[in-house]
Structures are given as C-alpha cells and as structure tokens.
C-alpha cells in the first residue's frame, strides 16, 4: 500500500517553455501532497505544501508565480514550471501522507532538464 | 529554525563492516522519518518511530529513538554491497507538519 507515482520520469525542454509534472496517490487519498527538490548528491528541500482545495503554501524563497501547484483532487497535485530556465533543472520529487500521520510517502522523482 | 543534524554525511565501508548514522536536533520530535534513497529514485520509507526509547529492526537495520525523543540512530549489522545508498532521516516537530529531513548520509559498501 501507500504507493505515489509521478510522471513524467523525465522531461528535456527548451529554455521558456512551461513543464507540467504530476504526482498520484494510487491506492489512497492523500488530503496533503508535497513537493521537493534535490539537487545532486544533496538531500531534499522542501519547495511545498499542497492542500487539496486550497492554495498552496510555499517555502521561503520559492517563487509562487513560478511553480505553480494544484491539487485539484485528493489523489492528485500538479507542478508546473513556467518559463523553465536552465537553473530550473533538477530532480522533483513528491511525496503524500496519509490523514493525520506524519509518515510521507515518496513518487520515483522527475528529472528536468532545462536546455 | 528547526534543524535536524545527520551526521557522519559520507561513509566508505568494507562488506562485512557494522555501521551507524545518527540524526540529532534541539527539538523533540513528534516522529521520526528513515528513508533510503537510490540514484534517480525517490526516497523510500524504511521506518517511522514515534515512542520515546524506541527501538525496531528491520533485518540487519536497527533503528532507535532517543528517550527524549530528539536523537535517532540507524545501525546495520555486517553491511553489504546492496546497502550502498544515501540515507535520509526525517523529522516531524507537530503531529500532521511537514517533515524536515538530515542532510543526508552518503553510504557506499565497497566488496
């Protein structure tokens, strides 16, 4: 149980474009998804909160306007990446709990690269 | 700010070998995250430990919480090559919150 699933695995796109990445809970509801990003041979930092039917809530210093985040069903939350730029390129990862735990389970990451 | 301290962040060993990492902070925890993550993979949970003085096992992983619920230790028995990963503990400071993680350890069990 408790499996989390993200697509795409990885993504290469031209620098301005706009990346969509998605993240399921496949086997429950998850009223909160997370979004982190990792750089390589570092550990996670957290970029956000998502709240299923709420707005989202941000860490310091991540631009709202930039990644935007959707979590428009207990089983999905999206990011989006707009106006990707080759500093945007990294390894995003999201993660799920189950109600009222503080137990986070984590999709296979997406692997941007901003070109 | 809540920090969480892992530490050693590197760790070359031979098989064969008994390892520890440890997670400290200031602050108690309402639980406690291990995670092992693969090149280019998400993180996967290993165990979550709630109970001050905690301690459960997981094979050759022997996984203990503090008493004071602020520390946290990993030790495998007789490490080996498949082991090899980063290790990721991960904190919660408020029952439902978000977890803040370690910097992580870098395990490689050379044969």
């Known amino acids: 149980g408790a499996v989390v699933s993200q697509h795409p695995s990885w993504v290469i796109c031209k620098s301005g474009t706009s990346v969509k990445i998605e993240c399921r809970s496949l086997d429950f509801q998850a009223t909160t998804m997370f979004w982190y990003r990792q750089f390589p041979k570092q550990s996670l930092m957290l970029m956000a909160t998502?709240?299923?039917?709420?707005?989202?809530?941000?860490e310091q210093g991540v631009e709202k306007d930039k990644f935007l985040i959707n979590h428009a069903s207990l089983t999905l939350s999206t990011l989006t990446v707009t106006s990707a730029h080759p500093e945007d390129s990294s390894f995003y990862i999201c993660s799920a709990s189950l109600p009222s735990t503080d137990t986070q389970y984590f999709g296979p990451g997406t692997r941007l690269t901003v070109l | 700010t809540q920090l969480l301290e892992q530490s050693p962040q590197f760790l070359s060993i031979q098989e064969g070998e008994n390892l520890t990492v440890y997670c400290n902070s200031s602050s108690v925890f309402s639980s406690l995250q291990w995670y092992r993550q693969e090149p280019g993979e998400g993180p996967v949970l290993l165990v979550t430990v709630v109970t001050g003085g905690e301690v459960k096992k997981l094979k050759r992983l022997t996984f203990q919480f503090g008493d004071a619920r602020k520390d946290s230790s990993l030790h495998i028995t007789a490490a080996q090559t498949g082991d090899t990963g980063l290790y990721l503990c991960a904190g919660a400071f408020r029952a439902g919150n978000m977890l803040t993680f370690g910097g992580g350890t870098r395990l490689m069990v050379k044969p």
């Open positions: 998502s709240n299923e039917g709420s707005k989202a809530t941000y």
